[in-house]
């Protein structure tokens, strides 16, 4: 029987561990700072007038108009002047990895990659890393430490660091502070659900890490056979690590779009001790009104990330988003796309980490502008209305086709409530509804229906 080398706890990297962080601890109490304290956040305030400078652009947000539900009619809102960006939860973050078969084609991957662009960094201290998390990462800081080179460990950290970052952003913006919750699978892992509800921009915002590990099921062993990999288990067992940050954002404005990001990396143990590891994820974007200026901040930051590391992998990367974030039923796309890419192992370990790096590194700047810029866009009841009919679209998308959603939802075990974090707290279907021709919302589905090139 094959052992699970990847994920696995001594007694003395525990001991170590709790050593280690009770030290660090006690030493931070002497200064009343909290080792996991959320108020060292890296971000200027995001108010209307800041300045706000993502990498390769130069981007200055003016906001106009009025907070709240006014019935004045539709503002146009403020100027963006640019001179240059569903859950993974201890089932669904496996259904991520495992649900992928024989739905969408690979997109079309080149062989070679170009040099990356920025520097290389250091990726630092394990336990300084760890002081400005949302809370204490998934696997026992003694281990990490341990293994601090290996990608698994460099992966966790990087997705805990995802999450630490847009929460952060995302509070400052709101004012409202994310619940953190804490949770383990007997199967083998655990992760951490940050919710924040009812707040005073975002009627719903989750952002989620999970690591789990254990063995393959053989249902799940077929699936990825039928994706061209070729496993080769101990007695029917497959040893897995899949790890994953994965963010719905549901803001109250009807004029703030809905994002969702989601960043992943999947390992395993073969019977001779060889490993299988790739990596998966995107960013895209569902605003209730389109904005041309808006869509090409999103995605502009997220060709910049993929042009350090290939020029191809914007274009075919969001071509594979269009098509995976497609409603079928409806003939319509989600929303306005971003990227989107499954079983990355090209073409090695150190730049596909490195690219996933990159991505992971835009869903502050890609986003966080945007909300800034229609912070205090007035809408009348009637927007209102419109963005909980499209909200009812994401909500059918989520159920009826995310692989992740599904998977979880059938797999024995799983944590329902991170399953279904990213749908909104409210939504809408009307009978039979089509907005009128020349409207905003008509201009809205059609861009639904005819996806556009945005860069």
């Known amino acids: 029987m094959a052992t699970i080398v990847f994920c696995s706890v001594n007694k003395t990297a525990r001991t170590t561990a709790r050593r280690c962080l009770s030290s ?47 019935g004045a009619g539709r503002t146009r809102r403020g100027a963006l002047a640019l001179t240059g960006a569903a859950a993974v939860t201890a089932a669904a973050a496996v259904a991520g990895f495992l649900a992928n078969a024989n739905h969408f084609q690979r997109a079309e991957m080149a062989t070679k990659v170009s ?14 890393r760890c002081r400005g998390f949302m809370s204490p990462p998934v696997t026992d800081i003694g281990e990490l430490q341990e293994r601090k080179g290996e990608m698994r460990t460099r992966m966790e950290m990087l997705i805990m660091e995802t999450q630490a970052d ?14 953190v919750d804490r949770w383990q699978r007997n199967e083998g892992g655990g992760g951490i659900s940050c919710v924040m509800q009812d707040g005073k921009v975002f009627e719903k915002a989750g952002v989620n890490v999970s690591v789990v590990f254990g063995h393959l099921t053989e249902e799940a062993a077929k699936q990825m056979r039928s994706r061209g990999k070729v496993l080769k288990g101990k007695d029917g067992k497959l040893p897995f690590c899949a790890m994953g940050v994965s963010s719905v954002i549901h803001p109250k404005n009807p004029h703030i779009p809905t994002v969702h990001f989601n960043y992943r990396y999947f390992e395993i143990e073969e019977e001779d001790g060889s490993k299988q590891w790739w990596f998966g994820g995107g960013t895209d974007l569902t605003p209730v009104y389109i904005s041309k200026e808006d869509a090409f901040h999103f995605h502009n930051t997220l060709k910049e990330a993929c042009d350090k590391h290939h020029s191809q992998y914007y274009p075919d990367f969001k071509k594979w988003c269009d098509r995976y974030f497609y409603i079928r039923h409806r003939g319509e796309t989600r929303g306005i796309g971003g990227i989107f890419f499954d079983d990355l192992d090209s073409p090695s370990q150190e730049e596909a980490f ?26 009348t009841d009637e927007e209102k209305d419109w963005q909980q009919v499209r909200r009812g679209r994401y909500v059918e998308f989520n159920l009826v086709y995310d692989r992740g959603v599904k998977f979880g939802l059938a797999t024995p075990g799983s944590r329902i409530e991170s399953i279904l974090m990213s749908l909104p707290l409210t939504a809408r279907w009307e009978y039979m509804h089509e907005p009128a021709k020349g409207t905003l919302e008509a201009e809205m589905l059609e861009a639904l229906r005819n996806p556009k090139e945005w860069v």
């Not at 847009?166 to 619940?179: I, N, P, R």
């Not at 990159?358 to 502008?369: E, K, M, W």
């Open 24 to 70: 660090y601890s006690k030493g931070l109490a002497s200064s009343g700072e909290s080792p996991f304290s959320c108020t060292h956040s890296p971000l200027t305030t995001l108010l209307p007038g800041t300045r706000w400078f993502s990498r390769g652009s130069s981007v200055r947000f003016m906001s106009q108009g009025t907070a709240g539900r006014a």
């Open 166 to 179: 847009f929460c952060k952003a995302l509070q400052e913006v709101d004012g409202g502070k994310f619940k």
């Open 115 to 128: 040099p990356i662009a920025e520097e290389k960094q250091p990726e630092g201290d394990i336990l300084e």
């Open 354 to 379: 490195s690219f996933v790096k990159s991505c992971a590194r835009t869903v502050v700047p890609c986003y966080l502008p945007i909300v800034s810029k229609h912070l205090n866009d007035s809408f």
